[in-house]
């Protein structure tokens, strides 16, 4: 079965610092993977995804992520945080079936330190 | 096009009474998503459809939980006699059947019973 492992619940960063939020991911084929944003009382925005191709996914807001296949992982980076930045982070892997259904992980809460 | 639009935002209800929420899609999306979340937790699946068809369910939606989209447009989800558990942000989500198309949430609507 599908699942995604975020290890760090909360993470603080500096502004202007940079970020990197770790995501592991089990599937046993090439997976669908996502990076999505919740702020307070906002829905999840799509940061970024990646299908095939360019392991290197670039996304809104200035981030990026790398598929690493040998190490099942996904991270998520940003070279200089700002305070807008603060909200929770889910990574997601997508099934490969029909339905599309996606898997979240459980989160990391980003905050920022002025 | 606003987006997804979910109603009501909150929901607070006494434990035994029904419930129910709507979610409107993005128009020209024929698949639609319910997920749940919890606090401290990822969004979990919970059902879609594509169109008017239910096409999966997940384990976590028990018999006191029912799904509809009639016409395939706005979708509904019931809770009979709801129970404390039941407490969550439940989240709808709408794409186009594309394999592997984004996903675009709706905010949500937060359910507490009392």
């Known amino acids: 079965a599908q699942s995604v492992t975020q290890p760090d619940i909360h993470i603080t960063v500096s502004e202007g610092a940079s970020l990197e939020l770790r995501c592991n991911y089990s599937?046993?084929?090439?997976?669908?993977l996502f990076w999505y944003v919740q702020s307070p009382g906002q829905g999840l925005q799509l940061l970024l995804k990646y299908f095939s191709g360019d392991t290197l996914v670039q996304g809104i807001k200035g981030f990026e992520a790398e598929f690493k296949r040998s190490q099942s992982s996904f991270n998520l980076r940003k070279p200089s945080v700002h305070w807008s930045d603060a909200a929770e982070y889910f990574c997601?892997?997508?099934?490969?079936?029909?339905?599309?259904?996606?898997?979240f992980g459980k989160g990391t809460r980003l905050h920022i330190l002025p | 096009d606003t987006g997804v639009s979910q109603n009501p935002r909150h929901k607070i209800t006494k434990r035994g009474q029904n419930v129910t929420f709507r979610c409107d899609p993005i128009s020209e999306h024929n698949r639609l998503y319910w997920y749940r979340q919890t606090l401290g937790q990822g969004p979990e699946f919970l059902t879609y459809f594509q169109n008017e068809a239910q096409l999966e369910k997940s384990r976590l939606l028990s018999d006191r939980f029912s799904a509809e989209r009639p016409k395939g447009s706005f979708s509904t989800l019931e809770i009979q006699r709801t129970e404390q558990g039941d407490s969550a942000m439940y989240l709808c989500?709408?794409?186009?059947?594309?394999?592997?198309?984004?996903?675009?949430f709706g905010p949500g609507t937060r359910l507490t019973v009392l």
């Open positions: 997601a892997v997508g099934t490969m079936n029909r339905d599309d259904k996606i898997i």
């Open positions: 989500a709408s794409s186009f059947a594309l394999h592997g198309d984004e996903q675009f």
């Open positions: 599937y046993g084929a090439t997976p669908y």
